[in-house]
């Protein structure tokens, strides 16, 4: 059985060029399970066994390898294997493959890839980053709105090996404009009818991409409509390709991690956590450790300000920590729903009143429920019942400021064309220390 194989097997094999063990091998698992069996060699090793399986078996293996075995194999394996393993591979991944590699080596590669594949990786490397363009595929299943389901059916038969997917089938006229799409199952189930033209079962209203649509976009429309796949048309409406629910899934996990990473005062790392150099992570987290040093010095500068107070009413500094911390929290909280609502969709800049009525029954509502409990320890400290008020009053003040300040200041970065998450939750609640500072020695002031 495959999945007991050891990998001094494997190199058994290889050492003894077993071409049907290793062929065998190669196509009796998923792809992917095939890979992890595989994950022990070096990648030269890895790149040999995968001589022994069919062009597009050998790209799907390829595909689940991790970047350093991919980017090892492309840089260092023989130049025309390289270059037909490149050919078998989505031209959308392709294109992010070679993205990785020198410009010298990416022209050597691509001068041996045969012209229509090379016209089609050259064309997706024009479009921008983030954009749908650079994430579609040009492998559609795409046909002419005269073919009947007979004629339909023999011509997808003949594509579909060199299909990424075909949930639907796109029509196009003459001039490769997208007029409609038949599900394949519309399309299988016609099979009784097949002198009826395809044109006759094809929707006409068509959930589509444009090319220099944000990637974003592209991944609420599909999660609404809940699609396997969304064509992607240019500003005339000519078909380019489509995004298939897979590539979709790695940007919501891309822009998911961005976000996070963002949201924890993070500059996004380039490559994962362990491949990212010391150097590079201390830069990528020191930025934004400076940039929020400064809300600290103010924080400082406002507790000297207001020394004099805090000197006279010493109590009042025993419960310093607990007002900070509530503004803090409560704005993080806040920040943090407003800014993953903004990145679904659900959330709009326009939505700004009604987001900041919202926040501010939630925040009085939380304020006065902490409020309650802060009296608590308040009677027990404070000098009188009307200096015990001070620490519920500013509770509900502090909460009430953290709420609306962290719900509303990604909203302003949105509009005026930051990106929400550079809000992060460290800087929010840097804001709302000094808001708790000022709060706090002023409401003592007015009640002592």
């Known amino acids: 059985m495959i999945n007991t194989l050891y990998l001094p097997e494997l190199r058994e094999m290889l050492a003894e060029h077993n071409s049907l063990e290793l062929r065998e091998f ?14 022990g060699l070096s990648a030269h090793e890895a790149f040999e066994v995968l001589q022994f399986a069919a062009p597009t078996l050998r790209a799907e293996i390829f595909s689940y390898f991790d970047e350093t075995a991919q980017m090892s194999i492309l840089l260092e394996e023989d130049d ?24 010298d080596r990416v022209e050597h590669l691509l001068a041996l890839i045969p012209a229509p594949d090379r016209r089609d990786i ?14 579609m595929t040009t492998e559609a299943a795409c046909l002419d709105e005269r073919l009947t389901v007979r004629e339909a059916l023999e011509k997808l038969s003949r594509q579909a090996e060199q299909l990424e997917t075909i949930y639907y089938i796109y029509v196009v006229d003459d001039t490769n404009h997208l007029k409609g799409v038949v599900s394949t199952r519309k399309l299988v ?9 395809i044109t006759e079962l094809m929707e006409t209203d068509l959930i589509v991409a444009r090319a220099s649509d944000d990637q974003q976009t592209v991944t609420q429309k599909v999660a609404k409509f809940n699609l396997l796949a969304i064509p992607v048309v240019d500003s005339d409406g000519h078909m380019l390709g489509i995004i298939t629910h897979d590539d979709v899934i790695d940007v919501v996990m891309e822009e998911a991690t961005e976000d996070a990473q963002r949201i924890a005062a993070v500059d996004p790392l ?19 450790l400076g940039i929020l040093f400064f809300p600290g010095m103010f ?15 010493v109590w009042l500094t025993w419960f310093l920590p607990l007002i900070m911390g509530c503004g803090g929290n409560s704005g993080s909280q806040s920040a943090t729903l407003i800014i993953t609502s903004m990145a679904m969709g659900d959330v709009r800049v ?14 009085l509502l939380l304020g006065s429920g902490l409020g309650l409990i802060g009296m608590i320890p308040a009677l027990l400290f404070a000098p009188t019942v009307l200096a015990a008020l001070i620490i519920p009053l500013t509770i509900l003040l502090v909460v009430t400021c953290g709420t609306l300040t962290g719900s509303l200041l990604p909203m302003f970065f949105q509009r005026s064309g930051w990106d929400p998450a550079l809000m992060s939750n460290p800087f929010v609640a840097g804001i709302n220390d000094i808001c708790a500072i000022l709060l706090y020695v002023n409401v003592a002031r007015w009640l002592l």
């Open 80 to 103: 025309k294997q390289v270059a037909e393993l490149i050919t078998s591979l989505p031209a959308d991944d392709a294109v992010d493959l070679l993205s990785e590699l020198p410009d």
């Open 122 to 135: 050259r064309r997706l490397q024009n479009f921008a980053e983030g954009t749908a363009g650079a994430l």
């Open 189 to 197: 189930s016609s099979i009784g009818k097949s002198s009826i033209r």
């Open 299 to 313: 924080t400082v500068i406002s507790l000297k300000h207001y020394e004099g107070e805090l000197e006279k009413f």
């Open 270 to 288: 380039e490559d994962s956590y362990l491949r990212t150099g010391i150097l590079t992570l201390s830069w990528k987290r020191g930025i934004w």
């Open 350 to 363: 326009s939505d700004w009143f009604k987001i900041m009525i919202r926040e501010l029954s939630t925040g």
């Open 26 to 39: 190669c196509m009796a698992l998923h792809p992917g399970r095939t890979a992890e069996f595989m994950e």
